[in-house]
């Protein structure tokens, strides 16, 4: 978080209920300028005398509230954002203040959702001020285009009958063609795409007649077919004493990734990836616009996910937003393409069934809730059901406004809640500890529960079977562990950027405690490290890893995994049997193993590691250097080629992206390129860190954004017609459905 103070404006007739969310954003780490407001004239002194970074307005006080505030922000042309903080609120208040302007609405006794509310309406406003600043750039180019000459920097042809004439140097650059001459057989409507040849055919005419549009934008098509956004003014002019169209282009790509960034952000809730309520709101306007014009039928489903709210008061809400993405996958995993399901509350999602009557409905509704009662949740050490109440409701031309369908939902709902239970104490936390373990359900759908980690997930080393004999005098825990199967196997995807569909899987480790519950690297590795355990663990990870690549290759999956391996175990003769024994009796494919090592330790261990890493290459085996920095004199320093991949952790990105060698880390990226070494960006936790990264073309990318550490390898990797992880395709980036 950068040094800037947030500046918040807080219109609440409460001061301790004002200090609730000022508490909030300094524990996240915000430095604050805050002021206290709780009638018109109060917040019309504020906003005279200062600019502020966002309103937060309890929805009605005794004097003013939040809509006669988004009045005044209206009156005074101010794009701030307003989010409204308050402890109830009606459906229909909801849909009166968010049609006002309220970016969004969170209760007071839950203002966990606050700060990222705030930090995507942040990022929202730092997109349109971009937007605004590309638009500003078009428009000054547009006022520019004069007669071309040859140095001008903008795209300008001239067209005569819709065949070129004259091209400047610019144009020729943006088409991708070496001279005048290949184009002067060529009509300029090939150069633009077919869904867009009508409209800038309509727009010719028009320019030949005097009567301009102030710009167009298409989809150009280069001279390799490769495709480009672009604006088109188009004017009439004299050249050389014949009537000619000039069409001054502008390549508008980098300004269409924006608004569809942009699009996305305004669209999703920050946690599930869904769409959020405000968004749902509007398309089930649609359904209603459709029912009263056409008579098409949709309907709604509401879920309202009660235990959901038990869980957050009694475990956290760590372990809620951990069950509410393993419930939301189960919802996904059984709807079709054409439903919409949603994030409609903290508790309650939403679908819309577009076709659908409210049998269908009904019929629906029913099975995906008996596919949440049938998922146990092992939250804690105790069992417990997906408990949710479902209503459903047909949106029919007469109703009279999409309020109405909701209230039929919720009250369908109302009577399926049990009657609430005091909950019994939580039990308290094991320090550093991961989410609750789960115990194999009785059923086929098995929801595990794990918390999203504090700090980014940590490599850890590959390790011992239980075959081996274990170490004396080390930790009695670990040898306990060891002795008795007590560790388990967690996998987090690896992603392409370019849309690979070959499943990669970064293979974890996590220790079970006295009552199951899964303990986290960070609490045994080091007492591991200590005793002279890890061998033992690495030996552990890699047998279950070559039992868990047979199973995957028996049923017909090709998976590579990456198994980090600990210093302790560079030249292990115990650990390269283990592997030689898998890949020789297992028949599995060597090449889909990875031996993930940290560069740092293989720079201080170089000579033992360059004899390690042979012995692996002979195998079949591929090598990963893991936390890489400038690692180009550990690569010269060891075998030739012999590193497949280089993985970078966010820490060392931003440090290389921001050191005063601007270009350290392009530098690296040329240099991987280069000697064929494919580079992963790990700790991906956001939208903003998968931004960031965008600019240095890795090639694949690891973290929390994308899938959270789990036992079950069920990962959906982009098929070869679905959208990648590239630039063009963050509208509807398959890994945020």
């Given at each position: 978080?950068?040094?800037?103070?947030?500046?918040?404006?807080?219109?609440?007739?409460?001061?301790?209920?004002?200090?609730?969310?000022?508490?909030?954003?300094?524990?996240?780490?915000?430095?604050?300028?805050?002021?206290?407001?709780?009638?018109?004239?109060?917040?019309?002194?504020?906003?005279?005398?200062?600019?502020?970074?966002?309103?937060?307005?309890?929805?009605?006080?005794?004097?003013?509230?939040?809509?006669?505030?988004?009045?005044?922000?209206?009156?005074?042309?101010?794009?701030?954002?307003?989010?409204?903080?308050?402890?109830?609120?009606?459906?229909?208040?909801?849909?009166?203040?968010?049609?006002?302007?309220?970016?969004?609405v969170i209760r007071k006794n839950y203002t966990g959702r606050l700060v990222p509310a705030i930090r995507r309406e942040l990022e929202v406003a730092d997109m349109r001020r971009e937007l605004e600043?590309?638009?500003?750039?078009?428009?000054?180019?547009?006022?520019?285009?004069?007669?071309?000459?040859?140095?001008?920097?903008?795209?300008?042809?001239?067209?005569?009958?819709?065949?070129?004439?004259?091209?400047?140097?610019?144009?020729?650059?943006?088409?991708?063609?070496?001279?005048?001459?290949?184009?002067?057989?060529?009509?300029?409507?090939?150069?633009?795409?077919?869904?867009?040849?009508?409209?800038?055919?309509?727009?010719?005419?028009?320019?030949?007649?005097?009567?301009?549009?102030?710009?167009?934008?298409?989809?150009?098509?280069?001279?390799?077919?490769?495709?480009?956004?672009?604006?088109?003014?188009?004017?009439?002019?004299?050249?050389?004493?014949?009537?000619?169209?000039?069409?001054?282009?502008?390549?508008?790509?980098?300004?269409?990734?924006?608004?569809?960034?942009?699009?996305?952000?305004?669209?999703?809730?920050?946690?599930?990836?869904?769409?959020?309520?405000?968004?749902?709101?509007?398309?089930?306007?649609?359904?209603?616009?459709?029912?009263?014009?056409?008579?098409?039928?949709?309907?709604?489903?509401?879920?309202?996910?009660?235990?959901?709210?038990?869980?957050?008061?009694?475990?956290?809400?760590?372990?809620?937003?951990?069950?509410?993405?393993?419930?939301?996958?189960?919802?996904?995993?059984?709807?079709?393409?054409?439903?919409?399901?949603?994030?409609?509350?903290?508790?309650?999602?939403?679908?819309?069934?577009?076709?659908?009557?409210?049998?269908?409905?009904?019929?629906?509704?029913?099975?995906?809730?008996?596919?949440?009662?049938?998922?146990?949740?092992?939250?804690?050490?105790?069992?417990?059901?997906?408990?949710?109440?479902?209503?459903?409701?047909?949106?029919?031309?007469?109703?009279?406004?999409?309020?109405?369908?909701?209230?039929?939902?919720?009250?369908?709902?109302?009577?399926?809640?049990?009657?609430?239970?005091?909950?019994?104490?939580?039990?308290?936390?094991?320090?550093?500890?991961?989410?609750?373990?789960?115990?194999?359900?009785?059923?086929?759908?098995?929801?595990?529960?794990?918390?999203?980690?504090?700090?980014?997930?940590?490599?850890?080393?590959?390790?011992?079977?239980?075959?081996?004999?274990?170490?004396?005098?080390?930790?009695?825990?670990?040898?306990?562990?060891?002795?008795?199967?007590?560790?388990?196997?967690?996998?987090?995807?690896?992603?392409?950027?370019?849309?690979?569909?070959?499943?990669?899987?970064?293979?974890?480790?996590?220790?079970?405690?006295?009552?199951?519950?899964?303990?986290?690297?960070?609490?045994?590795?080091?007492?591991?490290?200590?005793?002279?355990?890890?061998?033992?663990?690495?030996?552990?990870?890699?047998?279950?890893?070559?039992?868990?690549?047979?199973?995957?290759?028996?049923?017909?999956?090709?998976?590579?995994?990456?198994?980090?391996?600990?210093?302790?175990?560079?030249?292990?003769?115990?650990?390269?049997?283990?592997?030689?024994?898998?890949?020789?009796?297992?028949?599995?494919?060597?090449?889909?193993?990875?031996?993930?090592?940290?560069?740092?330790?293989?720079?201080?261990?170089?000579?033992?590691?360059?004899?390690?890493?042979?012995?692996?290459?002979?195998?079949?085996?591929?090598?990963?250097?893991?936390?890489?920095?400038?690692?180009?004199?550990?690569?010269?320093?060891?075998?030739?080629q012999s590193v497949k991949y280089l993985k970078f952790d966010g820490n060392v990105i931003n440090e290389l992206a921001q050191s005063e060698d601007k270009n350290a880390l392009t530098s690296i990226?040329?240099?991987?390129?280069?000697?064929?070494?494919?580079?992963?960006?790990?700790?991906?936790?956001?939208?903003?860190?998968?931004?960031?990264?965008?600019?240095?073309?890795?090639?694949?990318?690891?973290?929390?954004?994308?899938?959270?550490?789990?036992?079950?390898?069920?990962?959906?990797?982009?098929?070869?017609?679905?959208?990648?992880?590239?630039?063009?395709?963050?509208?509807?980036?398959?890994?945020?459905?």
């Amino acid at each position: 978080m950068d040094n800037k103070v947030l500046s918040v404006l807080i219109i609440d007739d409460s001061p301790d209920d004002a200090e609730l969310p000022v508490k909030e954003l300094r524990a996240a780490g915000y430095r604050l300028k805050t002021e206290r407001v709780y009638n018109l004239a109060g917040m019309e002194a504020a906003l005279q005398k200062d600019k502020w970074d966002m309103v937060l307005s309890d929805f009605t006080l005794l004097q003013y509230g939040a809509q006669m505030a988004l009045e005044l922000l209206k009156r005074k042309k101010l794009d701030t954002p307003l989010i409204v903080i308050t402890r109830s609120l009606s459906d229909e208040d909801f849909a009166a203040v968010t049609a006002a302007g309220a970016r969004d609405v969170i209760r007071k006794n839950y203002t966990g959702r606050l700060v990222p509310a705030i930090r995507r309406e942040l990022e929202v406003a730092d997109m349109r001020r971009e937007l605004e600043v590309a638009r500003k750039k078009v428009q000054e180019m547009e006022a520019q285009h004069s007669a071309m000459v040859t140095g001008t920097q903008e795209a300008v042809c001239y067209c005569h009958d819709g065949m070129h004439i004259e091209a400047n140097q610019a144009y020729l650059n943006m088409f991708g063609y070496d001279n005048l001459a290949d184009l002067e057989i060529i009509p300029v409507l090939d150069l633009i795409a077919k869904n867009d040849q009508k409209q800038f055919k309509d727009a010719l005419k028009k320019a030949a007649k005097g009567k301009l549009d102030s710009s167009l934008e298409l989809v150009g098509i280069r001279e390799n077919g490769e495709n480009i956004n672009i604006e088109a003014v188009f004017a009439p002019v004299k050249l050389k004493g014949e009537d000619t169209i000039q069409i001054t282009f502008a390549d508008i790509s980098a300004r269409k990734a924006t608004e569809d960034r942009l699009q996305y952000l305004t669209q999703r809730d920050a946690l599930t990836g869904l769409f959020n309520r405000h968004y749902f709101t509007k398309e089930l306007g649609h359904a209603l616009n459709a029912a009263r014009k056409d008579g098409k039928t949709s309907s709604l489903i509401y879920f309202d996910l009660y235990q959901l709210e038990e869980i957050n008061n009694t475990l956290g809400y760590t372990v809620g937003d951990g069950m509410l993405l393993k419930v939301t996958k189960v919802l996904k995993e059984r709807l079709g393409k054409d439903s919409m399901l949603a994030r409609f509350g903290d508790e309650e999602l939403t679908i819309l069934l577009p076709d659908a009557d409210k049998s269908k409905a009904d019929s629906l509704a029913a099975e995906l809730k008996q596919a949440l009662d049938d998922a146990n949740i092992s939250a804690g050490a105790q069992q417990q059901k997906c408990g949710c109440a479902v209503g459903t409701a047909e949106i029919t031309s007469d109703m009279k406004s999409v309020h109405e369908a909701i209230t039929q939902a919720v009250i369908q709902s109302k009577g399926q809640r049990p009657t609430p239970k005091t909950p019994a104490p939580a039990a308290p936390p094991v320090p550093g500890a991961a989410a609750p373990a789960v115990k194999p359900p009785t059923t086929e759908t098995s929801l595990e529960v794990e918390a999203p980690p504090a700090t980014p997930e940590v490599p850890v080393p590959a390790t011992a079977a239980t075959e081996a004999t274990p170490a004396t005098g080390g930790d009695p825990l670990i040898s306990a562990a060891l002795q008795s199967n007590g560790f388990r196997l967690v996998y987090q995807p690896v992603v392409s950027m370019q849309g690979e569909t070959h499943e990669m899987y970064e293979v974890l480790v996590r220790m079970l405690g006295e009552n199951d519950e899964l303990i986290s690297p960070g609490q045994f590795i080091p007492k591991a490290e200590a005793s002279g355990q890890l061998v033992e663990i690495d030996c552990w990870v890699m047998q279950r890893t070559l039992e868990a690549m047979t199973a995957m290759a028996e049923a017909g999956r090709a998976v590579s995994y990456f198994v980090n391996v600990s210093p302790m175990s560079f030249g292990s003769e115990a650990l390269l049997n283990i592997i030689r024994d898998g890949i020789k009796n297992a028949g599995i494919d060597a090449h889909n193993l990875v031996i993930e090592m940290s560069q740092p330790a293989v720079a201080q261990n170089v000579d033992k590691v360059s004899e390690f890493i042979s012995q692996i290459r002979k195998l079949g085996c591929q090598i990963s250097l893991d936390n890489s920095g400038p690692a180009t004199e550990t690569l010269l320093k060891l075998p030739r080629q012999s590193v497949k991949y280089l993985k970078f952790d966010g820490n060392v990105i931003n440090e290389l992206a921001q050191s005063e060698d601007k270009n350290a880390l392009t530098s690296i990226m040329d240099m991987a390129k280069q000697l064929a070494i494919r580079t992963v960006a790990t700790h991906i936790e956001d939208a903003s860190a998968l931004s960031e990264i965008w600019p240095y073309g890795f090639d694949f990318v690891q973290g929390h954004y994308f899938q959270q550490p789990d036992a079950d390898m069920s990962y959906e990797f982009a098929a070869d017609d679905e959208t990648t992880l590239s630039e063009d395709g963050l509208s509807t980036p398959t890994w945020s459905q």
